[in-house]
């Protein structure tokens, strides 16, 4: 079975920086972790909901939502099974449990949930003032 764990995370002062991973291990007996075409990262604040973040496709379209445009980066590196959030100038409301999530078998880059099949357990991003 595919599985997704993201690593990276910990706390922060305000205006430091950040580099998530979400890395896939196991596959589909269809095609493996390389049909995991794409990939995005989510967060969720205590009480608040899931917010979408960015997200990367197998072409390497990212995005990144506005309140992050600027500061956050998505990349991927295809060897490795991994995807990478870069987080930098990070501010005391960037706190939160971030997500990886990814798809199979699409060239979507999407920041709604329900697109993803596949997620990590969430690592944990404390930033402090």
């Known amino acids: 079975q595919v599985q997704l764990v993201e690593s990276g995370g910990g706390l922060v002062q305000s205006g430091g920086s950040l580099r998530l991973s979400c890395t896939a291990s196991g596959g589909t007996s269809a095609g493996g972790t390389s049909d995991l075409d794409t990939v995005a990262w989510f967060r969720q604040a205590p009480g608040k909901v899931r917010e979408g973040v960015a997200c990367i496709s197998s072409t390497d379209n990212t995005f990144e939502i506005g309140p992050v445009k600027g500061r956050f980066t998505v990349s991927r590196d295809y060897a490795k099974n991994t995807v990478y959030l870069q987080m930098n100038n990070l501010k005391p409301e960037d706190t939160a449990v971030y997500y990886c999530?990814?798809?199979?078998?699409?060239?979507?880059?999407?920041?709604?949930?329900?697109?993803?099949?596949?997620w990590g357990q969430g690592t944990q991003v404390t930033v402090s003032s």
């Open positions: 999530a990814a798809e199979e078998f699409t060239n979507y880059c999407s920041v709604v949930s329900t697109s993803y099949k596949y």
